[in-house]
């Protein structure tokens, strides 16, 4: 005689065997179990630091209650955090090239997790404005751990994808901030604090258990099973190691930049000394700038965008939060699309490829922002929104790819501790900025959120300018980078 199973038991039964199914799916998609403990992982880490921004602003009404602040001070709370990360980036761009990376960043996230508690019991904004403080130190370790570690780990003609996987974390912690702490932060918002650190320690402990790859992107971890139509020749040597890039530079002939060919032992170059190469290097100035263009109107969504869309659709805070997660996904999609896209190109022989698909996304952007923020309606404005997110995303891990074939492998965490120091002094302004001319140039309000975001469209669209100068400098800085790896 059969016995029914207990439902309690039947649900347990398929939610196991749905997260083993998706656990199997997702090895397969990333290529192996290693390759996707080391991708999770640093997508994690993004998440971490992306879910705590979006907090921030996602409880800037709670916190103005109270706190007794302003939007300005909101703004600032953001601002001084991203500041002090830009001055950290450096000595940790530094640390990137020269100690183990998965060790380090492990115990900056140990005590990343300790700062987001201390800001869960303060009583006053300047007690708070100090935590940030010491937050924005330790995360700065982020940028030039996960650049260095992404440079070694993976084989260079996926890296656009790999980097699209590991910024849709980024945009996933985004969501959360948005969504779940958003939303707890309603009810206290010390207690969204909280929740964000617990969550932390874990990773650390998971981080600081990564093995550390070769330096130089020697031994990456190669797909299981994969095939690499572009992967490097049986007889290409440990000592030139370049990427399809550089590969399509030389079998093109063109020419390096002999100024700028690297004949040094990068390992010995001084900090100074390595910051004046790598901002000698055009392309990559150009991809600083539109970096730091896009970011800087991505830190001012992350801030306001609650509040602008609750304003100006008419809509709760509950819906509101419910509008950006959609408005997320568009994004998720973005990163994955355009990281994949790229390397594509590349695979077929367009060696401007991963430029080309970040020109296109950053135009198409500035497009459809505009009749997103003029809506009045939640449901008139979510397909511009999500699509504008979708570019906006698109264009960031084909740069991120594109970053490393222009850069000597071995300079990798200085290049993106020098990148990250720019961007952020950039990014660091736009919360401020745009909390203050909301407040005290358009008045405040609807109108004074509406007005202040289409204003800052103006950076979208040097960013567009800049990438489309890219097309023509990129070129010879890859063949200069592998120059530089043949010596």
Request: hydrophobic share 55%; charged share 15%; proline share 5%.
């Amino acid at each position: 005689m059969a016995v029914d199973r207990d439902p309690a038991e039947a649900i347990g039964a398929a939610i196991r065997w749905v997260g083993r199914s998706g656990v199997r799916a997702l090895t397969g998609v990333l290529g192996g179990a290693e390759r996707t403990r080391v991708i999770v992982l640093l997508a994690g880490v993004l998440a971490l630091s992306s879910a705590d921004a979006a907090t921030v602003g996602a409880a800037a009404m709670p916190l103005r209650h109270a706190l007794g602040i302003s939007n300005t001070d909101i703004g600032l709370l953001v601002t001084v955090t991203s500041l002090v990360a830009a001055l950290a980036s450096l000595p940790f761009g530094v640390l990137a090239d020269r100690v183990p990376r998965a060790r380090t960043l492990g115990v900056a996230i140990v005590l990343w997790g300790g700062a987001m508690i201390w800001s869960a019991t303060v009583a006053t904004f300047d007690q708070l404005l100090i935590t940030r403080l010491v937050l924005g130190g330790v995360t700065a370790a982020a940028g030039p751990m996960v650049a260095s570690l992404v440079g070694d780990y993976f084989p260079s003609e996926e890296r656009g994808r790999i980097y699209g996987y590991i910024l849709a974390g980024e945009l996933v912690g985004a969501g959360f901030g948005f969504a779940v702490t958003g939303d707890i932060a309603t009810l206290s918002w010390r207690a969204a604090f909280v929740l964000l650190a617990l969550p932390a320690f874990v990773l650390a402990w998971l981080v600081f258990r990564l093995p550390e790859p070769v330096r130089g992107g020697r031994e990456p971890l190669v797909a299981v099973n994969a095939r690499h139509p572009m992967a490097a020749p049986a007889h290409e040597t440990d000592a030139e190691q370049v990427t399809d890039a550089q590969r399509l530079a030389r079998e093109r002939g063109l020419e390096p930049d002999p100024a700028l060919v690297l004949r040094e032992d990068p390992r010995r170059m001084s900090l100074l000394a390595a910051t004046r190469y790598i901002l000698r290097i055009r392309t990559n100035v150009v991809l600083i700038l539109a970096s730091a263009g896009g970011y800087f109107f991505l830190a001012g969504v992350q801030t306001f965008g609650v509040e602008f869309v609750t304003r100006q659709y008419g809509i709760d805070q509950a819906l509101g939060t419910l509008v950006l997660l959609v408005v997320g996904a568009g994004g998720v999609v973005g990163v994955l699309a355009g990281g994949g896209l790229g390397d594509l190109l590349l695979r077929r022989g367009r060696l401007n490829g991963r430029i080309v698909v970040s020109v296109v996304a950053a135009t198409a952007a500035v497009g459809l922002f505009v009749p997103a923020i003029f809506a009045r309606h939640a449901v008139t404005a979510l397909p511009y929104i999500t699509f504008a997110t979708l570019a906006l995303s698109a264009q960031n891990p084909p740069l991120d790819a594109a970053r490393l074939d222009i850069m000597v492998p071995l300079l990798w965490g200085r290049a993106e501790g020098v990148r990250t120091f720019l961007r952020t002094l950039g990014q660091a302004l736009a919360p401020v900025i745009f909390g203050g001319v909301s407040d005290y140039v358009f008045g405040g309000g609807r109108s004074g959120l509406q007005w202040t975001f289409v204003l800052m469209l103006i950076p979208l669209c040097a960013s567009a300018y800049f990438l489309f100068r890219a097309l023509a400098t990129y070129p010879r800085d890859v063949a200069t980078a592998a120059a530089a790896a043949r010596t």
